[in-house]
């Protein structure tokens, strides 16, 4: 029995989820153990950091990050500490897309797919190159594409099918032809991606199959594209019959399904924009501990019982005198919630930056009594800060929220940090005072940190 490998790419391509309902996406995908998770290319800061999260949180799953520009460093910085990391070169094939989309001539493209394959290849052990718009490709040129990316390293070939138009005899044959042309790719993984324009995606990926491939790359939540769901139900129904299967467990993906669905059928269908926190929310004297705790959730808290005892009490004396805002229920969380004994003491921090410099931090900590220290450049003083920080951690953590504000005034007045860190699903608080913004953030996201360090203990 031939095992199919399923890559799931709804992350790979524009979406209108929230940063939230992204990593929600990835991690019911994992727990599914959906063999490989394609995210998006890694553009800016923003998607490095999702690239980052998704990367750290995945336990089963193969995380795949696109190189598209040729930029391997950049995608390996953000999937590189992944369990299961892998690099996709994505480049085109056919005419159309090598000259208005690569802007490159046949010749030249063929010498980037073997430098930025062979490129990926020296940081990733997993290389996949992927042939964009092959059906509508030259079959020589594709086969020289394939042989090119295989000689520099590629162990996966994914065939890309943008325009849809095959039925899936004709696709069949397709796939057929290029192992005719490129024996080597017995020797490899090959996969495929098939739009849905007339309808006949997955019976063009299940032909596809049958000629020989193992991979196919497919899209949850879009009926543009091959689905999951259908996809393992195929092999559940006729797989048997011509000895392919897919282990993945159909009623769990069948949830999941539904549930990465609905965040797009929620946007859709909204007709306002998304409700946010007021300022003063409706807590005042004399509201319930359960009142409380529902604000704490509606803010993005899971507290424990005696963490909400704390929270509940400090509410109490602050309301006592005034209604509680959103801003200062997330101090009082922060504040009394879980506080722990630190792992992580800070001992010394130096960092440098201007206008003409990027931004360093040499950050030293005590860990259970141990000198451990850290060195990292960033965006600014602060995120160099906090880079250096993971980087002695050697975990990347989702940074949910971050707010500075001054609780005293003067030349000399004290900068409060608060710092919302979310691991697992949960999100934990730090606080830090100092008259040091820099030295603020610092002791707030330390103070996160070990909450999330003494939880795992």
Not at 25 to 45: F, M, N, Q, Y
Not at 151 to 171: C, K, Q, Y
Not at 186 to 210: I, P, Q, T, W, Y
Request: hydrophobic fraction near 45%; charge should be negative; glycine fraction near 8%.
């Amino acid at each position: 029995m031939k095992n199919i490998r399923l890559t799931e790419t709804t992350l790979a391509h524009g979406t209108q989820m929230t940063f939230k309902e992204k990593l929600e996406t990835a991690r019911l995908l994992d727990s599914v153990h959906v063999d490989a998770i394609e995210t998006c290319p890694v553009g800016d800061k923003a998607d490095e950091i999702l690239v980052k999260t998704i990367a750290s949180l995945a336990e089963n799953s193969v995380i795949s990050c696109p190189v598209t520009d040729g930029d391997v460093e950049k995608a390996w910085q953000a999937v590189g500490g992944a369990k299961k990391p892998r690099l996709n070169v994505r480049m085109p094939v056919s005419v159309q897309q090598m000259e208005y989309t690569g802007h490159m001539k046949p010749a030249a493209m063929l010498d980037k797919i073997a430098a930025v394959v062979s490129a990926a290849k020296e940081k990733c052990g997993d290389v996949v190159f992927t042939a964009m718009d092959a059906t509508r490709a030259e079959s020589e040129f594709l086969a020289s594409a394939v042989r090119r990316a295989l000689e520099a390293g590629a162990g996966t070939v994914i065939l890309a099918d943008e325009a849809g138009e095959m039925l899936p005899d004709e696709f069949g044959a397709f796939v057929k032809s290029l192992y005719l042309s490129v024996p080597e790719l017995h020797d490899c993984h090959v996969g495929v991606s098939c739009a849905n324009r007339l309808h006949m995606a997955v019976g063009c990926a299940f032909e596809a199959v049958r000629a020989g491939a193992v991979e196919l790359c497919v899209r949850a939540a879009d009926e543009e594209a091959v689905e999951l769901y259908p996809m393992a139900e195929l092999f559940a129904a006729r797989g048997e019959t011509y000895g392919v299967a897919s282990a993945i467990d159909r009623t769990a993906l069948r949830r999941a399904c539904e549930r990465i669905a609905s965040f797009g059928d929620v946007r859709k269908t909204r007709e306002e924009p998304p409700v946010s926190m007021p300022e003063t929310v409706s807590l005042k004297q004399g509201a319930s501990i359960g009142e409380v705790s529902h604000t704490a959730r509606v803010l993005g808290y899971d507290l424990s019982d005696e963490d909400l005892a704390r929270v509940y009490e400090s509410f109490g004396a602050l309301a006592a005198k005034k209604p509680v805002s959103a801003r200062e229920l997330d101090a009082i969380i922060a504040n009394a919630a879980l506080q722990v004994p630190p792992t992580y003491r800070l001992v010394s921090y130096v960092v440098n930056s201007g206008n003409i410099i990027a931004a360093t931090a040499h950050i030293v900590l005590t860990r259970n009594g141990e000198s451990v220290q850290g060195l990292s450049s960033g965006d600014g003083p602060i995120d160099a800060a906090l880079m250096a920080i993971e980087k002695i951690v050697g975990h990347h953590y989702e940074l949910d929220d971050f707010q500075l504000q001054s609780v005293t005034s003067g030349r000399e007045a004290m900068g409060e940090a608060l710092v919302k860190l979310r691991d697992g699903g949960k999100l934990y608080s730090g606080r830090g005072i100092s008259t040091d913004i820099v030295g603020a953030s610092i002791r707030a996201y330390l103070n996160a940190l070990n909450k999330i360090v003494y939880r795992e203990k």
